[in-house]
């Protein structure tokens, strides 16, 4: 009895190890790239960097007041956060409903279905720098040379032409997962909607939109987040040479960074730019999960 | 009557004839822009100036491919690296990346689903947390972390960046992991096998189909991935870093657009074998439910 005790505690206690063990390196990059990064993101708002003595000097408020002066003043920022609502609005509005009509029809097996299904995940398999190439040259010269104007360069058509871009590569896995929780929606369900009169356009809203209301609710919420990261492919068209009129809050960012005129002088304010969005963001999509679990449709 | 038979069948099917005719206008054009862009490639610059949208006019030309096999580069403190290199540091990339990513999280995720400490359910709190709230800019913070601690421009460096246990896939192989009964451990325990023989020996192999599919999503958005290796490998410039380059970098080098669409083309046709090979793995039952926590 004493053996079996010792052993289980023994079994316990390495257990306990092993655990513990085989977390240390995970926890650990967690603790450094993710909080830690992430504070020091915080104290690096409140610097600027000398380029001269090569060292980052205390800035107190000055990136966020050059932050809201850009917004305020209609400048980059302000077109930024109106091209970034835009650019959600008709992802939402156009490329999430057609992507559930897509998968519907893909979900009941009509005609080229499977067919379909791979090709719909075409563009999530190639390259976004490949997909983009091929966009940019089929538009600026393929279409240009049949009487088309430059959409991509002027500056009129060049926002409108990005967000159809978007939609256009942008159904791919979306379809995939939708599609694969219709599998899940009971066939006795829809049989019986049918024996009763029900069209299939009424089945679609009635009955399988409700029972996968927690995966759209998944997409719809990440999709407000994408809201203040989306760069809208704007680097893989004109890397740092985007016209300000087109930019979008994740390009503004990522350009201060990743330009070849970016530097140390920059990491601030993108930095602040950051947190500035960060408590936008994270109330906003906290909110939009609480309103679609509260308003949605229940499979009841 | 057959007219009775038709209007019947067109009122019952218009929700899908409607759907269809989108669906296949997209497919059509999807099509089309890939194939289009593969002529391009084959065809003398002649007909890309004057033709370009006549693909059945012209002769072929494999010139485009030539230069890219022998002008695709990219320069590092003044060294050019060649396709050659690239691809092979691509595969080091992808590869690598890929695979800490994927095991990172399966091993998390088993756990966190089977071992009931309190850490596990903070663990698993935390990646729906991290999935829910969006952090926004923490870039030039996570530059100025990878250079402080020496870990910037170097495969080490980005190995341990990848290896976290946050995203979606955590969240996938955690209910595999929750649905598997721990009867096969128990017995591999009064056995005498250790808990790191049952994770390697017993559960993870039980796993494996998704551990495979997983990895193969990794590998292909790591190989897709240009700004990863431009940001934060500089020294080690991928295939699609190349392709970038070529269009905004180089003065020399790849300046011909259609030999740019060449190596485009060059880029993808790994990932669409690799596709095509693991079509059924990379397009199975991966399902993501609601967000909850």
Not at chain 1, 110 to 136: A, D, E, H, Y
Not at chain 2, 53 to 58: E, H, L, N, T
Not at chain 2, 219 to 234: H, K, R, S, T, V
Request: hydrophobic share 50%.
């Amino acid at each position: 009895m004493t053996q079996t005790k010792h052993n289980k505690k023994s079994m316990k206690s390495r257990g306990v190890a092993f655990y513990s063990l085989t977390f240390a390196l995970p926890v650990i990059q967690f603790c450094i790239f993710y909080i830690g990064v992430n504070f020091n993101s915080i104290l690096l708002t409140f610097k600027e960097y000398d380029t001269v003595k090569g060292e980052y000097s205390f800035a107190a408020f000055e990136n966020f007041s050059k932050i809201f002066d850009s917004l305020s003043s209609g400048n980059e920022l302000a077109y930024a956060v109106k091209n970034s609502l835009l650019l959600w609005a008709s992802n939402t509005l156009i490329g999430v409903t057609l992507a559930l009509l897509f998968s519907y029809y893909i979900y009941r097996k009509k005609p080229c279905s499977g067919f379909l299904r791979v090709l719909l995940f075409l563009p999530q398999i190639l390259s976004s720098i490949v997909m983009s190439f091929i966009f940019m040259f089929l538009v600026g010269r393929g279409l240009t040379s049949i009487g088309f104007p430059d959409y991509l360069n002027e500056l009129e058509t060049q926002f409108p032409t990005l967000i159809f871009y978007n939609v256009w590569v942008g159904f791919g896995s979306s379809v995939l997962l939708y599609s694969g929780a219709m599998g899940q929606v009971s066939t006795e369900m829809l049989e019986a909607a049918e024996v009763d009169g029900a069209s299939d356009f009424v089945a679609f809203i009635r009955l399988v939109l409700p029972s996968i209301f927690p995966t759209i609710t998944t997409f719809l919420v990440t999709g407000v987040a994408g809201i203040f990261t989306n760069q809208a492919a704007l680097f893989n068209f004109f890397a740092q040479g985007a016209k300000i009129e087109s930019y979008t809050i994740g390009y503004y960012l990522f350009q201060k960074v990743a330009a070849t005129n970016a530097g140390f002088s920059q990491y601030p304010l993108a930095a602040a730019g950051g947190l500035v969005f960060t408590f936008v963001a994270a109330p906003l999509t906290l909110l939009v999960r609480y309103l679609l679990e509260k308003f949605g449709p229940s499979e009841d | 009557m057959k007219g009775t038979k038709v209007l019947k069948w067109l009122k019952d099917n218009v929700f899908y004839i409607v759907v269809g005719v989108i669906l296949f206008a997209y497919a059509f054009s999807m099509i089309y822009a890939l194939v289009w862009a593969f002529f391009v490639t084959v065809k003398p610059s002649s007909w890309f100036i004057d033709t370009p949208m006549d693909i059945f006019k012209g002769e072929m030309t494999m010139s485009h491919w030539v230069d890219v096999l022998s002008k695709l580069r990219v320069k590092v403190d003044g060294q050019s690296q060649y396709i050659e290199q690239l691809l092979l540091n691509s595969i080091v990339y992808a590869g690598g990346c890929a695979l800490v990513s994927t095991l990172c999280q399966c091993i998390a995720a088993y756990l966190t689903a089977k071992y009931d400490f309190q850490f596990s359910k903070i663990v698993y709190t935390v990646v729906i947390i991290a999935m829910i709230i969006p952090i926004v800019g923490a870039l030039p913070s996570e530059m100025q972390v990878l250079r402080s601690m020496g870990l910037y421009d170097n495969l080490l460096g980005i190995y341990i960046l990848k290896m976290n246990f946050l995203g979606m896939y955590f969240l996938v192989f955690y209910a595999i992991f929750k649905s598997l009964p721990w009867s096969y451990a128990e017995s591999a325990f009064i056995d005498g096998a250790s808990h790191f023989k049952v994770m390697t020996r017993i559960m993870l192999p039980l796993v494996q189909t998704t551990f495979l599919a997983v990895f193969l999503l990794n590998f292909i958005i790591f190989w897709n991935d240009y700004q990863g290796p431009m940001l934060y490998l500089p020294s080690f410039p991928t295939a699609s870093y190349g392709i970038f380059y070529a269009k905004f970098n180089s003065t020399d080098g790849l300046t011909n657009e259609q030999s740019q669409l060449a190596s485009c083309v060059l880029a993808a046709v790994p990932v669409i074998i690799l596709f095509l090979l693991f079509q059924k793995r990379l397009m199975g039952n991966l399902t993501v439910g609601g967000i909850k926590g």
